[in-house]
């Protein structure tokens, strides 16, 4: 599937410099070889995770800035600032990305949700619908959807709801992508 673009390239470390179009052509190979070997159920396929489900993950279940609380500190994530010890967290700037799961997970088991490297989500970059929406799917923005943050970032650009868009061709040492096994998606 390719080479290793990431400017920390490592065994346990995230893939990162990859941009959006690369993350959704990585999807697409893997849904193809893992089809072919039986192991994708019918109707569903890896990709990116859309923004909700990128969010519904992260939080796991709660409903605070951090889905290990209120407050996110330098020994909760890999990350460069904690504004809640206003505090460095001991990493320069040209740190890098750290191995993958080197922080405490958050209640359903995943890891690196804040901090470490951003992540890609499916959707276009968009403005809030206004009222309730139901698993939202936003198609046909220029840009695409990063969540989480990543090593570079002040814990409040890790939040759970914090969100930024970026070309879909862009790349950058502190993005990368989370793959998900989910239902099919028809824009």
Known sequence: MGSNPSDFPGANRPVERVSWSDAVA??????AQESALGNV???YEYRLPTEAEWEHACRAGITTEFNLGSTLFCDDAWIFFSQHSNSFCG???DFGSTDVGSFPPNLWGLVDMHGNVSEWCLDSFAS???GPVTDPFVTGGPARVQRGGGWQSPSYVCRSASRVGNA????NATVG????LAPILVP
């Open 128 to 130: 809030y619908p206004v």
């Open 168 to 171: 879909p061709g862009s790349t």
């Open 91 to 93: 990493i320069a700037i």
């Open 177 to 180: 992508f989370r793959v998900v």
């Open 26 to 31: 990585y999807c697409q190979a893997l849904t």
């Open 41 to 43: 159920p019918a109707g």
